[in-house]
């Protein structure tokens, strides 16, 4: 069965930065759409970040051009958020997705806190 595993939240000050991480298993990762989304508290969940399957095409929500690189490891089966420049704005709990013939598969997120 898919598998989403996410790690790499932590608290961060503004400004920093994290590598987060989504481990996938259960499927061919080499040839599905990966995406990273985000929840903050009191807000619906929005996309992040969208790689292609081979990792040649890649999709990013303007709150986080410039700040954000999504990349994906296909030895590894892993695709990642490097997240720079943090902002208290960047605070959510992060999920890891795939689509696979419309149905959407979910990790079960990492935190994400930026404060001083």
């Known amino acids: 069965q898919v598998q989403l595993v996410e790690s790499g939240g932590d608290l961060v000050q503004p400004g920093g930065s994290l590598r987060l991480s989504c481990a996938a298993s259960g499927f061919t990762f080499s040839i599905y759409t990966m995406s990273w989304y985000r929840q903050a508290p009191g807000k619906e969940r929005e996309l992040v970040a969208r790689i292609s399957s081979g990792g040649g095409s890649t999709t990013y929500a303007d709150s986080v051009k410039g700040r954000f690189t999504i990349s994906r490891d296909k030895v590894k089966n892993t695709v990642y958020l490097q997240m720079n420049s943090l902002k208290p704005d960047d605070t959510a709990v992060y999920f890891c997705?795939?689509?696979?013939?419309?149905?959407?598969?979910w990790g079960k997120g990492t935190l994400v806190t930026v404060s001083s």
């Open positions: 997705n795939t689509r696979h013939y419309g149905t959407d598969y």
